[in-house]
RNA sequence: GGGGGAGUAGCUCAAUGGUCAGAGCGGCGGGCUUAUAUCCCGCUGGUUCCAGGUUCGAGUCCUGGCUCCCCUACCA
């Protein structure tokens, strides 16, 4: 027997119950063996930050990737199961500052690096074993740790990191001390998800970087580079675009006298004042018109388009010259006396002669336009990689005025030792004392903020470490020759990504512009928690090297070894190491900055594959064969780490398949982020919810889309689910009342009527689609077709058959539609059990549990599509679809007429299309009933029933008839038409060829409305009394049962029932009102005072009818 | 700032240059149903961003403008 199941299911305790069964059945262990040595299928998991927990944002890649994985699994396939934890970086560096409450990198060293990096790690772990709860709760089965395992090792890494432990590993314990083994998480010994901390992740970046010196890509760059001050950190070209937002700052122009033309001064504009200290000079476009202009006792110069913009008040012009005539003109400086200013110029060279000290002049420079400020910009190499540039190429002397932190550094009189966010009043107002200043304005304009902590970016001249990406050539790819291929990183990368499926497929061409337009790739970060850059850069010659991993630095340490054995390769135990230069033999140290952490992520098809120290293992799993991760951001980030990394150490593609999906929007319209205070947390969405309801919103969204979450959208895909959760519960219902057993082999497909071996025939068929549409990466088109299914289950199956399960006196056809029920519902739990793992195991666990040697979960099933393929019919489906087609025309006539379908018809007339025959008969019975009507009669020629239409087709004979087009289309519509003999029309007076029109048949006014395959549906709409009096007989049994439920009665309750006021024809049918309803007698006249227990009134053809009823009850039940 | 894409019903989106611009959702009305919180039917809803142009015919092609999105980017 099943067990009783609501209509109104709590499936947020079920999902609960369903977890706790997994678990203690094993059952995710038992699918792992079960599919042990079968065919490989390579999930690579994308890294998630473990930094706090999950939002519902999270949830829609994960679900993907569990859907796949799951289904990979269903055909039997072997597979890896780990999930990744992405562990080291910013991210993580920048919450344990705030719960410090530290505010710079100075805190961070006086509180001491390695119980700062400590702290990284515990954070790690903590975030490891939420999201790994989170993600068991979401049904996501992958090789998890045991997240209590995960807070124990960082309780213990926070007491004596030093101390040795032991954990469970898959082929027994393992012992280390606590750092150790949290450097060897998710190595086959210890098992679980990897980390991109551990110790095999680093030592694999290390090797490769030492493959990228070996080819000399590796280079130190000195530059200026975005750099955020709060993090004290240079920002690459990867993290820039994150931080763009609209910004207000100083729009401050300033005047620079003219050392040769007392009076005159120069307007220079800039919205960075705190650069002015570091001025050298001032460029003009020599080919821009520059005019001197008067204002009051004042003469300035500048460009002649910016006038209107750049002057307040009115003014004279004096006098205009090319741009090319000012260069060289000499002026004052507006921070002369600085003593960093008089240093950088006493050394640097003049232009005009070289032993000379250098003076403030005006240069050339083609870049300056009019768009905004003066024409004349103001020009500081230290602080602008435009000016450096300019500054490199004349040979100007540089001012850098900034420390890491933003500070001014010394030499900068009273400015030093000011933030540079702070220092923008005090230039002003010295520039005010000194005369020099003109004007401020605010100006509004997009600007660099640091992606992680929202500061707006500085330029600072800086050293950083890049890996050189190749030229780029100005010819297309296809025009490339192999050694120009073979001279530039990015395009063999391309060719890798070449030969890599993406989904969608406009990713391809994301990716390649990315990395046709990608700069060298900055690896380096001044920062503390990360990977080691093992760059060892010899100041006594000037080379560097790079350590290719552990064992080679212990093999080439001099000294330090003792103190970095025994931890892992981290800041500060790993600085302590010094090798000999290989050069000149001088001891080196480790450059002090870590890695860029994309590295972390790109390697992992190496480290966690094994490629080091299981090369067999690595081929085997090597390519990935797919990997799902949200695209926006990942085409620089993820993605291309991996993609480089593969092509510098294999020149192969990581993986085989791609799918991409976009971004979760919160309420307000933009990406759901936690930082943007728009995240709705994943629990609280999860036990609101429920995860499946959560799947089923994101598998059937369009991956190409955002989506907007919301709750509203949450109650949709719940309604979808309950439909199919009501299909089960009145099919247990019923088989409870009859007492239904499955029997384990019948699918009643040989012996079911037209409709049951139509369901069975649509689940074969769905179970297809959804496998091939899964095995295709698109979730959306499989859950498409499950919706399809549960609804034909629903709305046509069920609707159609629901007296057979509930008042059948014949046995047979009445087990038959158990055993149909049965089957397709089992069906649905198998192919739907990939993305509604929950409700399908619970669909399966009541109604498969009772077959012997069945699996006793649905997830230990094999993929359905073969076995249940035999009950395809797909020439009934077609029939079926016609059915269906005609009658909902019908219903549609009979709305146009006014008549309810519970009123009989004498007959309709149905024309089908040629082929539709298969099992006519059977259909037109269903459609008889269904319709309501006590005939159907077929009629094999349409032609009553149409009119012929002619359709000219206007490519054809569009550019032949020119502006005859009009009235021909006219004429055409008023069916005005001449048929010739050979097949020709003529109309409006033109004759057109037979291939230049189509002839349609389309429904005659007043019939109805089949628009294609042909199909023609008329009613007849004339009511005789005895039509009338059934009608009312099937009214009054309507208001009978809607009566029943408001009286909350039991399905199986029998009642006496009251009629006052029917008329005799209508009585007739009272029998068959009677055994419908379950009533043992039905009174003509009103209820006996105080016998009713509930009564209405019904409006039948004629007049108001009252009904009464009350409960009969049964023999030995209590008064 | 540069490059690309898109503007169509209240919302999400269709419509090889072809003659009444369509779906779904929503809204309104009706209907079916003792599994249903569902479902079915009908109706509603349009300056196809704006202004020109090409054409017998333009949502579609061309020119100019406006707005939004994506990619990219320190012009002072």
């Not at 690459?236 to 207000?248: I, K, P, V």
């Not at 290989?582 to 972390?600: H, T």
């Not at 189509?998 to 109805?1008: D, H, N, Q, V, Y």
């Amino acid at each position: 027997m099943f067990r009783p199941v609501s209509a109104k299911p709590d499936l947020v305790a079920q999902e609960h119950e369903i977890l706790a069964e997994w678990r203690a059945r094993r059952t995710f262990e038992r699918l792992r063996a079960q599919n042990a040595g079968g065919p490989k299928w390579s999930f690579l998991d994308g890294p998630i930050t473990a930094n706090s927990p999950m939002g519902v944002h999270h949830a829609w890649g994960r679900a993907y990737k569990d859907v796949f994985q799951r289904f990979h699994a269903m055909l039997g396939e072997d597979q890896r199961w780990q999930n990744g934890f992405d562990c080291q970086g910013l991210w993580v560096e920048v919450n344990v500052e705030r719960d410090l409450g530290f505010t710079n990198k100075r805190d961070i060293e006086d509180y001491g690096i390695a119980e700062f990096v400590s702290l990284c790690k515990q954070r790690v772990l903590t975030y490891a074993a939420r999201q790994t709860e989170q993600s068991v709760r979401l049904g996501m089965w992958m090789d998890w740790n045991d997240p209590d395992e995960l807070r124990r090792l960082r309780d213990l890494l926070a007491a004596d990191p030093s101390r040795p432990t032991t954990i469970e590993g898959p082929d027994g314990p393992v012992t280390d001390s606590v750092e150790m083994l949290v450097g060897r998480l998710g190595m086959p010994d210890v098992g679980g998800s990897y980390f991109t901390f551990s110790n095999e992740n680093n030592d694999l970046i290390w090797g490769f970087l030492k493959e990228c010196h070996r080819r000399g890509w590796l280079y130190k760059g000195h530059d200026t580079m975005p750099w955020c001050a709060r993090c004290g950190t240079g920002i690459s070209q990867m993290e820039m675009n994150e931080g763009y937002a609209d910004r207000e700052d100083p729009g401050l122009t300033i005047r620079l006298p003219l050392v040769d033309r007392p009076g005159e001064d120069l307007l220079v504009w800039t919205t960075t004042p705190w650069t002015l200290t570091s001025n050298v000079a001032a460029a003009v476009g020599p080919a821009l018109r520059y005019v001197k202009v008067r204002q009051g006792d004042a003469i300035h110069w500048l460009a002649k388009g910016t006038l209107k913009q750049a002057l307040t008040g009115t003014f004279e012009v004096l006098e205009e010259r090319p741009g090319s005539e000012l260069v060289g003109w000499r002026y004052a400086g507006p921070f002369d006396d600085l003593p960093a200013v008089r240093k950088a110029f006493a050394t640097g060279a003049s232009p005009i002669a070289a032993d000379a000290p250098y003076e403030h002049r005006v240069v050339a420079w083609d870049e300056v336009g009019e768009e905004e400020g003066t024409g004349i910009v103001h020009v500081a190499p230290g602080c602008g990689a435009e000016d450096f540039a300019l500054g490199k190429a004349l040979g100007l002397p540089m001012i850098a005025p900034l420390d890491e932190s933003g500070i001014v550094v010394d030499g900068f009189g009273s400015l030093t030792g000011r933030d540079v966010r702070d220092v923008t009043d005090p230039i002003v107002e010295h520039l005010k004392h000194e005369d020099r200043f003109y004007r401020l304005e605010p100006y509004l304009h997009r600007y660099p903020h640091c992606w992680r902590c929202q500061t707006p970016l500085v330029f600072r001249l800086v050293d950083e470490w890049y890996i050189s990406m190749g030229p780029v050539y100005d010819k297309p790819r296809a025009e490339l020759t192999r050694a120009e291929v073979d001279a530039s990183l990015r395009y063999q990368i391309m060719e890798v990504v070449d030969r890599i499926r993406w989904i969608p497929s406009f990713g391809y061409d994301r990716e390649l512009d990315w990395l046709l337009n990608m700069h060298d790739w900055m690896i380096s970060k001044k920062r503390y928690w990360g990977l080691a850059l093992p760059i060892y850069d010899c100041h006594a010659c000037g080379t560097f090297d790079v350590v290719g991993g552990r064992d080679e630095l212990r093999e080439r340490a001099v000294a330090g070894w003792d103190a970095f054995e025994g931890h892992t390769p981290h800041r500060p135990y790993i600085d302590a190491v010094t090798v000999a230069c290989p050069s000149c033999g001088a001891p080196v140290e480790r450059i002090k900055d870590v890695g860029n952490p994309w590295l972390d992520a790109g390697i992992v098809p190496f480290s966690t594959l094994h490629f080091r120290e299981d090369p067999g293992y690595w081929q085997e799993w090597f390519p990935a064969d797919f990997i799902t991760e949200s695209f926006p951001g990942q085409f620089r980030n993820w993605f291309y780490s991996m993609l480089a990394m593969s092509t510098v150490l294999r020149r192969e593609p990581p993986f085989v398949t791609i799918f991409g999906y976009a971004l979760v929007f919160g309420g307000d319209g933009r990406p759901m982020h936690k930082s943007s205070g728009n995240a709705v947390d994943f629990d609280e969405a999860a036990e609101r919810m429920g995860v499946d309801v959560m799947r089923w919103m994101y598998t059937t969204a369009r991956p190409e889309e955002n989506i907007r979450f919301g709750w509203h959208a949450a109650d949709d895909a719940r309604r979808e689910l309950l439909v199919l959760w009501n299909v089960y519960a009145f099919f247990v219902t019923y088989a409870r009342l009859n007492g239904w057993q499955a029997t384990g082999s019948s699918d009643g497909s040989s012996a079911g009527t037209v409709l049951d071996r139509w369901i069975l025939s649509r689940a074969a068929a769905t179970a297809a689609v959804v496998g091939d549409r899964l095995a295709d990466v698109d979730a959306a088109a499989a859950a498409k077709a499950i919706s399809t299914f549960i609804d034909d289950l629903s709305t046509w199956y069920l609707r159609l058959s629901r007296k057979r399960f509930s008042r059948n006196d014949d046995a047979a056809d009445r087990s038959t539609a158990f055993a149909t029920l049965h089957g397709a519902l089992l069906a649905l739990a198998r192919f739907a059990a990939p993305i509604l793992p929950f409700l399908t195991e619970a669909i399966y666990g009541n109604l498969g549990g009772a077959i012997a040697g069945a699996p006793d979960s649905v997830h230990l099933t094999r993929w359905p599509a073969d076995e249940l393929a035999p009950a395809r019919d797909e020439p009934l489906e077609r029939a079926m679809a016609t059915a269906r087609a005609a009658v909902e025309l019908a219903r549609t006539l009979r709305g146009s007429a006014g008549i309810r379908t519970r009123q009989p018809l004498a007959r309709m007339w149905l024309a089908v299309p040629g082929g539709a025959e298969t099992e006519l008969d059977a259909l037109v019975a269903l459609i008889r009933d269904e319709i309501n009507v006590r005939a159907v009669e077929l009629i094999g020629d349409e032609s009553e029933l149409v009119e012929r239409r002619v359709k000219p087709l206007l490519p054809k004979i569009g550019r032949k008839h020119g502006s005859a087009i009009p009235a021909i289309m006219a004429a055409a519509r008023e069916n005005a038409v001449e048929y010739g003999a050979d097949g020709s029309v003529t109309l409006a007076g033109v004759t057109l060829a037979p291939d230049e029109v189509e002839i349609l048949a389309s429904p005659r006014a007043g019939t109805a409305v089949a628009h294609h395959d042909g199909l023609v549906v008329v009613i007849d709409t004339e009511l005789t009394d005895d039509l009338r009096a059934e009608g009312d007989a099937r009214e009054l049994q309507r208001a009978i049962q809607d009566l029943r439920k408001d009286a909350g009665l039991a399905l199986d309750d029998r009642i006496e029932v009251w009629v006052d006021g029917l008329a005799d024809d209508a009585a007739a049918h009272l029998d068959d009102v009677a055994e419908e309803t379950l009533a043992d007698t039905i009174h003509r006249g009103p209820a006996p005072a105080g016998s009713a227990e509930a009564s209405s009134e019904v409006a039948l053809s004629r007049g108001s009818v009252t009904i009464a009823l009350c409960r009969v009850r049964r023999a030995g039940e209590a008064a």
